[in-house]
């Protein structure tokens, strides 16, 4: 079963969300909240393994929510579900942590593909999202030369993968190794971008060209 909690301020989409998620065979609703601000305190107490949030929500908004929840439960995987398109909005969202980015008008059965994915470490976004992410992330920020992270060979290409929207999964077959010599590249890739998450990783990999 996937864990999913949701947190939406508008009464009638978050009763269709959890009407989804009940709906669904594999699924377990734990929260369904108008806002965000006991969400730390929801998470240790209901273990979600997705988060379908909100990004205008009274008191705390969803990127600053997000925050906190990738802050203090690291493994939880947060999508956004929003009918924010513009860049910037992109931007903070998956630099709070968010893996996913979909927007409100994501028919209901992708959103239910969207959440499996995203349990089984992929990036849904959706395809207009995607596109303003990558423009986003090829602007040019400055003239100099990218660090150099002494990233391995096959290290660039895991991370040239996770880039790509491609699973923990799809990366191990790829490459034709284990789960576990996969979740190893990551810990060291993590470590010598000085990066915490998949998204920070991804983020800074786009942002300076490194893959």
Known sequence: MIR????????SLLESLSYLIRGAGSFELCTAAPKAVH?????RQSCPDVILMDIDMPELTGIEATR????AFP????MMLTVFEDKDKIFDALCAGATGYLLKKTPPVKIIEAVEELHNGGSPMSSGIARKALEYFSKPTTDTV???YQLSQRELEVLHRLVMGDSYKMVADACCVSMGTVYSHINHIYRKLHVNSKSEAVIKA??????
Do not use: R
Not at 4 to 11: A, C, F
């Open 206 to 211: 786009m942002k300076e060209q490194l893959v």
């Open 4 to 11: 999913v909690s949701i947190y939406e301020d508008n009464p």
């Open 75 to 78: 493994d939880v995987n947060v």
């Open 146 to 148: 990218p660090d150099d």
């Open 39 to 43: 969400i730390v305190d929801d998470c």
């Open 68 to 71: 906190m929840v990738k802050a």
